[in-house]
């Protein structure tokens, strides 16, 4: 198990506001505080995501996405101003408002 005090936090990329990614890291830390019930490491992942964007969802209006893990690659369209990459005890969560086509 790792060493979860060492873990540093970090924020990868951001573009949103500061107090929009103190939200993100909350709730990402309080699914994690919380993980010990979710199962599986896919489960888990898919899980810790769902929370973090159902806790998003609440504090502001519009359809959020997250994704979750310790290694993924993307290809996102996002609105502008609503995007935080970053990782909390060495997992990374990548959050956004879905871009809506037209």
């Known amino acids: 198990m790792m060493n979860t005090k060492m873990m540093k936090d970090e924020v990868f990329k951001q573009d949103m506001t500061?107090?929009?990614?103190?939200?993100?890291?909350?709730?990402?830390r309080q699914a994690l505080n919380e993980q010990s019930s979710y199962g599986n490491q896919t489960n888990k992942e898919q899980t810790l995501a769902s929370f973090v964007?159902?806790?998003?969802?609440?504090?502001?209006p519009g359809?959020?996405?997250?994704?979750?893990?310790?290694?993924?690659?993307?290809?996102?369209?996002?609105?502008?101003d609503n995007f935080a990459f970053f990782s909390v005890d060495g997992m990374s969560f990548m959050v956004f408002k879905a871009a809506e086509h037209r």
Request: proline letters at 0%; one cysteine or more; hydrophobic letters at 30%.
């Open 18 to 28: 500061d107090e929009m990614l103190s939200a993100c890291q909350r709730a990402a």
């Open 53 to 60: 964007r159902k806790q998003l969802e609440k504090q502001y």
């Open 63 to 80: 359809t959020w996405s997250c994704v979750c893990g310790q290694r993924f690659g993307s290809e996102i369209a996002y609105v502008k």
